[in-house]
């Protein structure tokens, strides 16, 4: 029989992997790699400070400085995403997550779409954006021009499914802002074909790396990919199998960390939109279901959220000049200075000067 995982040791199993107990020395474009992305299609704050919860002294020029040296992109991944990736990963990860950009377009867009020649509509839409990198209502405009009494959005839409596109800076700049405007991976980062050939194996790998011990239907939620069970299969013999409280199956690498269901851990602020909380079918190793409307609304947004003894206990944002935060139910002092220092590393991150405001809970 399989040794049961319950849901605090699933969660300190995640926070660790996470790197949300402790803090690390870590590279910018190593932790982006670990972590397989960041989600980022709110600009530009979130990855930055999903890094900042990470990584000890981060700053956020280096991370800017990999968006400007082409060393990073923000290109629709898992889900479909826009996520926040190295150049080699935006390469590799593309063609295997195509699948997942395929199935949306046949719906709502594709039936906007009907006897289009994708091809055609692809080749027309590189020409364009290779020319300059244009926003999604521009390009749309554009090819409505040529493919006529089509929408223009959904013309848009095709482009992005049929293409690799990045948006370029200063979109993602810390400090800056600007359109998401999009050119080509091909022409964005020099070259069409990553380092290694892409494998939905190593794929299933770094996210038991990053997200485990997980389920099939855990990994399959955080790509938006099917049929992953088979995948897992072919790597059983090299991992170790748990079960969760409810019977699933859950696979790991075997010399992953799997603290122990009573380490203490810190409060963290975590960001909006992290993969944290987006990347389980079964969330509640941190997200309590009672509070999942809470955080996760209904047109999408993710609000950043407080982790208090490795479960999400409130929310939390930086609006203009200070850190505010509120409680799910009430927390104690001792929390509160916790949160209190954590909102003051946040604003001092931010460069700003305003209070950590915690509402009464």
Known sequence: MSAVLGRRALGRALLARQHL???????????????????????????????????DGFRPEPLSGLIERREAVRVALQRGTIHLVTAEDCLELRPL???VLDRAMRGNWGKQLPGIDYSALAASARKLVE???????????????????LPAAALAQAARSELTLVQVPPRGLWGRGGPAAHTTAELWLGRTAPAQEPSLERLVLRYLAAFGPASAADVQKWCGLTGLAAVLKRLAPDLVRFEDEAGRTLYDLPDAPRPSADLAVPVRL???????????????????????????????????????????????????????????????SAVDRQVAAEGRRVLEFAGREGPVEVQAG
Do not use: K
């Not at 600009?43 to 990470?54: I, N, T, V």
């Open 270 to 332: 975590v960001a909006p939109f992290d993969n944290l909380i987006l990347s389980h079918a079964d969330r509640t190793r941190v997200l309590p279901e009672e509070y999942r409307p809470l955080v996760m609304t209904q047109n999408g947004l993710v609000a950043g959220t407080v982790l208090v003894d490795g479960l999400v206990a409130g929310q939390w944002w930086l609006d203009q000049d200070r850190v505010r935060v509120r409680p799910f139910a009430p927390w104690g």
């Open 131 to 149: 020319a300059e990198p244009l926003t999604f209502q521009r390009l749309g405009e554009l090819l409505a021009e040529e493919f006529t009494g």
């Open 21 to 55: 107990i402790e803090r690390v020395d870590l590279p910018v474009g190593a932790m982006l790699e670990h972590l397989v992305g960041l989600q980022a299609q709110a600009a530009p704050e979130p990855p930055y400070l999903g890094l900042l919860a990470r990584i």
């Open 97 to 99: 997550v195509q699948p």
